[in-house]
């Protein structure tokens, strides 16, 4: 056995410190960045869907760290941001989640310019950046108070009147075999998510119509696989109903098999 010099000791002791700051910084002290999984450009601006820790706040930043908006997220983890634009000076926002112990995640920077630049209506998967921006350690603006976030979904205190759903698919295009997702937002008159609505989504394949049930909590998903039987360039059509109580609202997608 090899005996330590004091000398020898004190560079084991410091580089067993190094190590264990950087385990506690990264995985204790910081909350993951939020990630994002889809978008919907519309005449509105881009909605973003998203996953972080559950019941974390999720925030959207300029580049100077000016705060553009705030929502909760689910228990589940999902969020949405909706209406994000190219007005702030920049087509670059910074996302960032904060849990309820205030341990913020490191930031991730997507770049909206592709986005607005396709046409209204598409929808793909988000283009993003390395989150290695020179931001604050919270990149929250001086305030004494917490940011006001929208709580993502929830049972209303009021009668609902309307309900209102939009769907959106992971890709335009997929191969057969290939997962497929469809993300479907439901809201009352007041544009508020609601949770507890029952979602399904039916998929017509040349052979045949098959169901498949959406799950979540405001925002409602739903992945499946294509058929390995379906024919290069067929158009899969969509057909989402979601029903709440006594309220049902309707919405359509489709796909092409490549």
Known sequence: MIALTPRLKLIVSTALALVVGFLVGTFVLTVPSPRVIGFDNTAAGVTIHGITARGASVMAFTEEGVLIDAVHASESGQFTFEGIGAGYGSTVIVLRSLNQGWRASPPKRVDLAGILGSEVSSTSTIPTAPSDLDLPPLAIPPTSTKPKVD??????????????????????????????????????????????????????YPTEDVTYTAIGDGTY??????????GTGTNILLDIKATYESFASTAKASFTVK
């Not at 469809?182 to 998510?193: P, R, S």
């Not at 992945?223 to 039987?229: A, S, T």
């Open 151 to 204: 709580t993502a979904s929830s049972t209303p205190s009021y009668e609902v009147e309307t309900i209102s759903a939009i769907a959106s698919i992971a890709s335009a295009s997929l191969a057969p075999k290939a997962n497929q997702t469809v993300t479907v937002t439901v809201k009352d008159q007041k544009g508020k998510f609601l949770t507890g609505v029952n979602v399904a989504v039916v998929a017509h």
């Open 221 to 230: 998903r739903i992945k499946f696989k294509v058929p390995e039987n379906i």
